[in-house]
């Protein structure tokens, strides 16, 4: 894989609204000011590209002027990393304005970024696995660095500052805490803390003994689903024909799958659908183990745990379940395409090489 560079104090990084446009509303504006804020306190330079803040509206009709920005990123040698504004549910359409432009593919390739984001930011990140580069399943601009209460998340904050040279982490633990999701994000909101649980069980084991290793690929479970089955766009599965998205069964030999679930709480009978998507596949008779996030506001926390086993029905495959990736509060950040091995007596998800490229070359 090419990897990026870590983020140093000073480094322009660019924000992206590659999926909704919620960033540019009204409603909005005060997240904005504050992502801004920690941005500048980090010691970055946030750079919000042309149509970042154009709105709903705007963003929904004109995928191009998305895939646009993110060009426009790649190619900007003073930007040095790209945060994701949030996610959605279609930025699969930017996907043929970007692998249809030889530049892009070229200045991916010759000039990796830090790239982050979750959610619907999943087809982004298969993207730039097919293109060759390590990109991460972790923090965006709205949820994470526009937290409204005071100061971040703690753990989410040693994520964000994992991106720097100097604090990239080694291994991934449980968080002390998990947070629920706010129900209110106005104004008014600000300062307010999110409602903190202590964090009982930690990462929780489903099968399996030993460790087990491999190379990470995955992301959030609806939008895998849906590039094979178009059930919530009609022109998704043709999109992902036409441009191999979803990862072949030999690609997918040997990695450590990471799934986890959206803020719509997919019922156990709609988990159960949506593994047996990917079921079909064949993906999990190849791969090495699965790493489980925990569902958003613990919701089927228990169910869950079952329908894994039950639809996956392989006793000697292992899974570790209830890892702080993805939609639940706080979130760690997993690099696409990077060797780890997972520890599961001591619970310790510990990365076997750096995320980074080394000061002279890539890794």
């Known amino acids: 894989m090419i990897k990026p560079t870590a983020l140093k104090k000073g480094d322009c990084v660019a924000v992206l609204s590659l999926s909704s446009g919620i960033l540019g509303e009204d409603f909005c504006s005060h997240q904005l000011e504050l992502g801004k804020k920690r941005l500048k306190s980090m010691g970055l330079k946030p750079v919000f590209m042309p149509n ?20 426009d990123a790649f190619k900007d040698s003073t930007i040095k990393g790209i945060f994701c504004a949030i996610g959605g549910d279609d930025t699969y359409r930017i996907v043929p304005y970007l692998l249809e432009d030889k530049e892009f593919i070229r200045n991916v390739q010759k000039n990796p970024k830090l790239f982050t984001g979750f959610s619907d930011t999943t087809i982004n990140h298969l993207l730039f696995y097919q293109l060759g580069m390590t990109s991460f399943y972790g923090p965006n601009f709205i949820n994470d660095l526009a937290e409204l ?36 994000f106005s104004k008014q909101t600000i300062g307010t803390h999110r409602v903190q ?3 009982k069980r930690g990462y929780e084991i489903l099968q399996g003994t030993g460790s087990f290793s491999g190379t990470l690929l995955g992301g959030c479970l609806e939008s895998l689903s849906d590039l094979l089955s178009s059930e919530r766009y009609s022109d998704k599965g043709l999109i992902n024909q036409q441009y191999s998205l979803y990862p072949s069964l030999e690609q997918w030999k040997d990695k450590i799958l990471f799934l986890e679930t959206s803020e719509e709480k997919p019922t156990p009978k709609q988990l159960e659908q949506l593994l047996l998507t990917l079921k079909r596949t064949g993906i999990f008779s190849v791969i090495n183990g699965v790493l489980v996030g925990k569902p958003q506001d613990e919701q089927y926390y228990e169910e869950y745990k079952e329908i894994y086993k039950k639809i996956i029905n392989h006793q000697s495959l292992p899974i570790l379940y209830n890892v702080n990736f993805g939609h ?5 950040a997993l690099p696409y395409g990077i060797r780890a091995t997972v520890e599961m007596v001591s619970k310790k998800i510990i990365f076997d090489e750096s995320y980074f490229q080394s000061n002279t070359t890539n890794e």
Not at 56 to 71: C, F, G, S, T
Not at 153 to 175: A, C, N, R
Request: charged share 35%.
């Open 328 to 332: 639940a509060y706080p979130r760690c």
């Open 149 to 184: 209460a005071d100061n971040l998340l703690p753990y989410t904050e040693d994520t964000i500052h994992s991106y720097f040279e100097g604090f990239e982490q080694k291994e991934l633990v449980s968080s002390d805490y998990w947070y629920e999701e706010r129900r209110d």
């Open 52 to 71: 970042t803040l154009k709105g709903l509206d705007y963003l929904k009709n004109h995928p191009e002027a998305r895939a646009q920005d993110l060009k």
């Open 197 to 199: 649980h202590l964090e």
